[in-house]
């Protein structure tokens, strides 16, 4: 028990990574678990590859069956943010292991089947070798290289937008909610990047747009209406998934919003309003509609 403890932090980011859902993650933990408890423990040489390969397989699994769950979803499915407090992964990580963490990463990885999903995060957030990868996913070395080509062109430029730079971001980001709350839709639009994406995310539980809204104009006229519909709004800044974030209250509902920015401007948006994916986040453990809650929540991070 305290071997798979010890190792639970990177077993979980590697779970985490490959579902971009919190839950499943977490079930795919304890068969990782289990599958440890009924192992000949002395038989293996080195119980941390063990974990991660077993782990890594298990979700593997656990993605192929996620996937026409994802395709039959109400609307569009957004990653699930990482309860507030979690540790996940390695201290000691690198920036770019962490990029991989972000709501952003998760939802461009959602572009990957589930082989390009699992050589891209072992790649590039573990650094394994390609002959490691292919041992670890029953692939050839060949088929590891071109598995993990693939993903890299599939996910493309976008990545550039996994990592900002935190002050400017944050910035850009307080005036931007100051204009959303307000509905000024020309002062929105003019920190929207051209070809800005809106992914809304309501689970079926909250009012959400069914498609992505794209472009700055069809962007900000969506976020006027909203604000125009809800006169009662506040918002609070956070960091989910390691990077900024704002909880917004929208009369007695919260949604969680995060960003993307492309030389200055918003070049994504991701609102995420599901109520089961919100209070996942570990703010609301009573009743997730209490901004009192809420507010003395986010007051000991």
């Not at 002050?167 to 070809?195: C, N, P, W, Y």
Request: glycine share 8%.
């Amino acid at each position: 028990m305290a071997v798979f403890e010890q190792h639970r932090p990177v077993l979980l980011g590697v779970a985490y990574r490959m579902l971009g859902s919190w839950w499943d993650a977490e079930d795919v933990l304890q068969d990782a678990w289990l599958r440890w408890h009924g192992a000949d423990r002395e038989a293996i040489a080195d119980p941390g590859r063990w974990l991660v390969t077993v782990t890594t397989r298990l979700a593997l699994d656990q993605l192929r069956s996620a996937r026409h769950r994802r395709e039959t979803y109400p609307g569009t499915w957004l990653p699930e943010p990482i309860p507030v407090g979690i540790q996940v992964g390695d201290p000691a990580e690198t920036a770019q292991q962490r990029d991989t963490l972000s709501l952003a990463a998760l939802r461009l990885m959602e572009r990957l089947t589930p082989p390009e999903r699992g050589v891209y995060l072992l790649r590039e957030t573990f650094e394994l070798p390609y002959e490691e990868i292919a041992d670890v996913l029953g692939l050839t070395e060949t088929n590891a290289r071109q598995l993990h080509r693939r993903a890299a062109d599939r996910i493309g430029e976008d990545r550039e937008r996994f990592s900002v730079d935190g002050a400017e971001h944050r910035a850009l980001v307080a005036r931007f909610l100051a204009a959303a709350v307000t509905g000024e839709r020309a002062a929105l639009q003019a920190m929207l990047a051209d070809e800005v994406t809106l992914w809304s995310d309501g689970g079926g539980k909250a009012r959400a747009a069914v498609n992505p809204v794209v472009g700055a104009p069809r962007v900000a006229r969506f976020l006027a209406g909203v604000s125009a519909k809800n006169t009662d709004i506040e918002w609070l800044l956070l960091e989910v998934n390691g990077g900024p974030a704002a909880l917004v209250r929208l009369g007695m509902r919260w949604s969680l919003m995060t960003w993307e920015t492309d030389r200055g401007r918003l070049a994504a948006i991701q609102l995420l309003s599901n109520p089961d994916k919100v209070s996942a986040l570990g703010l609301f453990a009573h009743d997730r509609n209490s901004a009192a809650q809420a507010r003395a929540a986010l007051a000991l991070l």
